[in-house]
């Protein structure tokens, strides 16, 4: 049906009629939703704070699709493209003379209350008026029961609390009749003053937002709910709304505020490094309005494109706006020649000089930066800096000094930054002594800069010019410049120095050990009583400096662990591992640092704690190797008995299986001289697997037993060590002769069988050692066949062989 078709109406049917046309269902449900918060707001059933919850999410579902309308209309996003810009711009043109459509679903003025409820609400008034605010405050209860989709009784309780000094509830009041009723733009800006004044942020931004619904085009009224955008920490371009308004700006009756409002969008992507955003935006204010754009401008624009790598785009813009004048050839693109007027700001001709040298146009750029360098540093340092930063991305570095050497002069720009950047561009032209004078310069202008110390400390290195290097770092108690002094020391072999460097960067994170106190500590942490974390918290830091890893100190550690194990200072070697056990740094390294306190224990005869590391090992750590179990008997040698043999039984109920625990207190029963359990536990291994070490601990047992004095089947017993003996020569092999005949020379020598144990001895003399000379027995063979010589009254023999084996 044609509009001219529609038949005219009463007023009262055209409010019907508009009532009809706003009561679509999406309404109606919002409607119900209203009135159910509401209702449960005045019951105390929920919050205030959750009332507005509620509200906003209504708020939100109901303008999420006009919203998604208008943001796709954005042509600075990537959803749409500036023909349908340019479409909308002339549709817009052409339909001024037409009513504006109601954007979304608008609430029309008519009163939601009854005529019943209208005469109520007139009463309460009167009573509000003459003062009765109590009747009147029943009044509007009553209504909103009725009708809680009423705004007017909201509004007069609102006027009630203020006048009551209740402004907490005025306000609350005053929002609900905003969102029930219709509410203007100065109403919904009112309650965004006095939510923010109360420090209800995100509840303020809601009341801005209704504003800007009635004035879509007030820019004042988007800063506004920026602004309160940032104070809740929302600091995103797009919810800020400005997309919005930029698409509905018209470019040609509103170009200058079309420009600001980009050059601040531009801004703020760019702040956020939204480079791509930031620089469409700009290029559509560039497009649209191009009459309007200043130097200034032309300055941001270049700075997001050359930020951006869009050096091409660059040269486009500096000929259009700058005019200067480019001659170029393609394939592969070059800048053959570039004239550039006069009068051309200096900020801008920094832009061309960079952009010339991305293009490689070095000669260009050289006649530009001539008159750069003419400029006052102090001013332009920033521009000064930017050129040679490009200048040595392009690995120009003579050029690059030129333009770095001026600021070092200043006051404004000689950071640390200028300086690396200068000693980088010394150092890449090989100008060494520059390098270094330049490094001694800076710390003169920065004292206190640790990084600038332990870059000039590495390249004295690299010059091997250590000794300087250590005066450099001397004073400095920096983890990371103690470690470096410390390595300068040990590479000049200033040993002395090098230890105690060493442990000042240790002390940093480790306790030294000097009382009784410290040693019940240093006890609980190796027993591992209770968690290592708890133990030493109290005494060492727990945070761990990184700036000198683990494994560059575990490396001192070992060096220093060599040097005091060759002088054999072993009370200091002692003093230093048992020290680092307390370092929650050398946690990660724990198992290696227990094995260094054992060997130190054990070398400087501290064999308490030595066995204590060693038993660790075997039942904490589980570890099970021959290397672990050999270290322990070694230790459990000089350890009180005792504590071996009740270690030995605890552990032998819980591992029955284990053969080197067997074999272990098969030795420890063979020490003590009850070689029967010795030779029981010995058999129990040789039946589980056959060994030469085994069959040889076998027939010593069983010759001990041969050479008892209370021993009645001697014969029998012989027999059968003769029998091991002769097993264990097989499994032994032949490359182990010697150590095979002198250990039947001894089986014979200590049965005083001298003729056989002389033929062993001397059979043992004519082989060689299996491994090498550190393991040859001449000289205990020799030895041996002395006192057996001697003993049978031949001196002179028994003087031979010592003389030809025995002499040192």
């Known amino acids: 049906m044609d509009i001219e078709e529609v038949p005219s109406t ?21 409607n119900n939703q209203q009135s159910d918060a509401v209702c449960k ?35 600075l996003g990537d959803i749409i493209d500036e023909a349908e810009v340019l479409s909308s711009s002339d549709e817009n043109s052409e339909d001024e003379s037409k009513p504006a459509k109601p954007r979304g679903v608008r609430r029309t003025g008519r009163s939601k209350l009854s005529a019943t409820l209208r005469g109520v609400m007139g009463q309460a008034n009167v009573c509000y008026a003459q003062g009765d605010t109590e009747t009147a405050v029943k009044m509007c209860l009553e209504i909103i029961k009725e009708e809680p989709q009423a705004s007017e009784p909201f509004k007069t309780l609102a006027s009630i609390y203020e006048e009551m000094g209740e402004s907490e509830k005025a306000v609350q009041m005053r929002l ?34 209704k504003a800007i619904n009635y004035d879509e085009l007030n820019l004042e009224l988007y800063e506004l709910r920026a602004s309160l955008m940032k104070e809740a920490r929302i600091l995103s371009v797009e919810v800020y709304g400005f997309l919005r308004i930029l698409y509905k700006l018209d470019p040609q009756r509103e170009g200058k505020k079309l420009l600001d409002l980009c050059i601040k969008v531009a801004r703020m992507y760019y702040n956020e490094k939204k480079y791509e955003k930031s620089c469409k935006t700009l290029k559509y204010a560039f497009e649209k309005r191009p009459d309007l754009i200043k130097d200034a401008e032309v300055n941001l624009y270049l700075d997001i494109l050359i930020t951006t790598l869009n050096f091409h785009e660059c040269l486009n813009v500096m000929a259009k706006f700058c005019s200067v004048e480019f001659q170029t050839t393609e394939d592969p693109f070059t800048i053959v020649e570039c004239i550039v007027p006069e009068e051309i700001p200096i900020d801008l001709r920094a832009k061309l000089i960079v952009t010339l040298i991305h293009f490689d146009s070095f000669e260009n750029a050289k006649i530009q ?45 000689n950071s640390v930054t200028l300086w690396f950047k200068l000693t980088h561009c010394y150092k890449e032209t090989n100008k060494i002594k520059e390098c270094h004078e330049a490094f001694r310069r800076a710390l003169q202008c920065h004292p206190d800069d640790k990084d600038l110390k332990l870059k000039f400390c590495e390249e004295l290195k690299s010059a091997h010019l250590y000794q300087e290097a250590i005066e450099l770092t001397k004073d400095d108690d920096m983890s990371v410049l103690i470690y470096e002094r410390c390595n300068m020391y040990y590479l000049i072999k200033d040993y002395e120095n090098f230890i105690e460097t060493g442990l000042q960067l240790f002390r940093l994170h480790c306790k030294e050990i000097k009382t009784i106190e410290d040693y019940s500590l240093l006890l609980d942490a190796l027993r591992s009583t209770k968690s290592f974390k708890d133990v030493v918290s109290p005494y060492v830091p727990i945070t761990v400096d990184t700036s000198v890893t683990v494994e560059q100190e575990w490396d001192i550690f070992v060096k220093i662990f060599d040097i005091y194990a060759e ?18 740094k050398f946690n990660s390294v724990k198992d290696q640092l227990r094995v260094a306190v054992a060997i130190a224990s054990f070398l400087n005869h501290d064999y308490e704690i030595a066995y204590d590391m060693m038993r660790y090992f075997i039942i904490q750590a589980n570890k099970n190797s021959l290397k672990f179990w050999n270290c322990f008997n070694l230790f459990t040698y000089y350890s009180s008995y005792s504590r071996i043999h009740k270690f030995l039984i605890r552990y032998l109920m819980r591992a029955s299986e284990n053969n080197s625990l067997i074999v272990l207190f098969a030795n420890n029963c063979l020490t003590a001289g009850t070689y029967k359990y010795a030779l029981n536990d010995y058999s129990i291994v040789f039946q589980d697997k056959e060994t030469s070490m ?12 041969s050479c008892s004095k209370f021993s009645t089947n001697r014969h029998s017993f012989t027999s059968q060590c003769l029998a091991f003996l002769y097993k264990y020569q097989n499994l032994r092999g032949e490359p182990m002769n010697q150590e095979i005949n002198y250990n039947f020379a001894r089986a014979f020598h200590q049965l005083e069988l001298f003729p056989q144990a002389i033929h062993y001895y001397k059979k043992a003399l004519e082989c060689k050692p299996a491994v090498s ?13 002395h006192v057996i010589y001697m003993s049978s009254g031949q001196p002179r023999v028994a003087n031979m062989y010592l003389q030809k084996y025995a002499v040192i």
């Open 10 to 30: 009463s007023l009262g049917d055209a409010d019907l009629q508009l009532e009809v046309i706003a009561e679509t269902p999406m309404d109606t449900e919002d």
């Open 41 to 75: 707001f005045l019951n105390g059933e929920i919050s205030f704070t959750d009332y507005l919850d509620r509200m906003d999410k209504i708020a939100e579902a109901s303008t999420v699709q006009t919203d998604a309308q208008d943001d796709t209309k954005s042509v």
């Open 176 to 209: 609900i009749a905003a969102h029930l009723g219709p509410a203007s733009k100065e109403e919904w800006m009112e309650l965004g003053q006095m939510l923010k004044k109360k420090g209800h942020h995100k509840q303020a931004v809601m009341c801005y937002t």
């Open 369 to 413: 930066i001539d008159i750069l360098l003419k400029e006052n540093p102090d001013i332009m340092g920033d521009l000064f800096f930017d050129v040679a930063m490009e200048l040595i991305d392009k690995a120009q570095f003579e050029d690059s000094i030129t333009l770095l050497e001026p600021l070092t002069h200043t006051e404004s720009f």
């Open 567 to 584: 002088r054999k200072d072993y009370d200091l070697l002692q003093q230093l591992t048992l020290d680092l056990s307390l370092s929650y």
């Open 694 to 705: 085994v069959a040889l601990l076998l027939a010593v047992a069983v010759l001990h037993m």
């Open 773 to 785: 000379d550190m393991y040859d027995l001449k000289a205990e063979i020799a030895y041996n066949l």
